[in-house]
């Protein structure tokens, strides 16, 4: 595992529905979302093996998160990570709304 040479950077990408983080220039990870009128649905996150152990994951749904909050949104966490980074950062609470079933049937209806 090397260390990488400049900061990671995450970047939305907005047409794309996710948020990803750049190591170097390279994706190294991503969290994938879909809005649901004023709710952000994460759904997915994942870092390649080669940047694992790094905290990538965790400042990725950090800012992400943040952003959600900039936008006015609120977050839904289908994703099991975003899920357990939640249990861990208490300061989005006021802004997490349940994962309820028919958010379930909506994101499966819009993933295909």
């Not at 004023?38 to 790094?54: I, K, L």
């Not at 939640?86 to 499966?108: C, G, M, S």
């Amino acid at each position: 595992m090397s260390q990488p040479s400049t900061a990671p950077v995450v970047e939305h990408r907005e047409a794309k529905n996710r948020y990803d983080i750049l190591v170097d220039g390279k994706r190294a990870g991503l969290t994938a979302y879909r809005d649901r009128g004023e709710q952000r649905v994460f759904y997915h996150t994942e870092v390649d093996e080669a940047f694992a152990g790094q905290g990538l994951a965790s400042q990725l749904v950090q800012e992400a998160l943040t952003d959600v909050r900039n936008s006015g949104k609120r977050i839904v966490p289908v994703c099991p990570y975003v899920t357990k980074f939640l249990t861990k950062h208490q300061e989005f609470a006021d802004i997490t709304d349940a994962v309820t079933p028919d958010v379930l049937k909506w994101l499966d209806t819009e993933l295909g």
